[in-house]
């Protein structure tokens, strides 16, 4: 199984970005996490602050993927060319959150791409990403 892990503006800056909201880990340290816990399954990773590479990456793989765990950032409030891309590629997206969007301010309670992917998982940290990496595996 091949799944892409698709994060969009800021998470780079994971561990350092109001570490009360998003924690005070980095991305890559759980990333590494998450290879050593599914050592069955070839993750890859890609994160970019523009919104056209992330398109460009969801073309990519959308065809020979098993799955795309996708956090837009800021973009799942405002990307209808995400949600269009979301939906031209047949491999199947789940969309997290590491906050719990809905307990936080207004704008952050409408997703542009939620209707467009199969899941949506937020709140739980970090491991909403590997929530939906069991979602993907108990899909197939």
């Known amino acids: 199984m091949k799944i892409l892990i698709l994060n969009g503006p ?6 350092k970005r109001e ?20 050592p069955d399954v070839t993750l890859e990773y890609f994160q970019s602050n523009v919104e ?5 990456k969801l073309h990519e793989v959308g ?18 060319a995400l949600q269009d891309a979301i939906r031209a590629i047949t ?19 409408k997703s542009m791409i939620s209707c467009a992917c199969v899941g949506v998982i937020c709140g739980f940290g970090l491991d909403s990403y590997r929530l ?6 108990h899909a197939k």
């Open 52 to 56: 056209g590479f992330m398109i460009d």
């Open 91 to 109: 491999t199947p997206v789940i969309e997290v959150h590491i906050s719990n969007v809905h307990k936080r301010e207004e704008f952050r309670h």
């Open 63 to 80: 065809f020979s993927y098993d799955g795309v765990i996708l956090n837009a950032g800021a973009y799942t409030h405002t990307s209808i």
């Open 132 to 137: 939906a990496l069991e979602a993907l595996l």
């Open 19 to 38: 570490p009360t909201v998003y924690g005070s880990r980095g991305f890559d340290d759980y990333f590494q996490e998450l290879q050593a816990q599914y």
């Open 10 to 15: 800021n998470i780079n800056l994971l561990g």
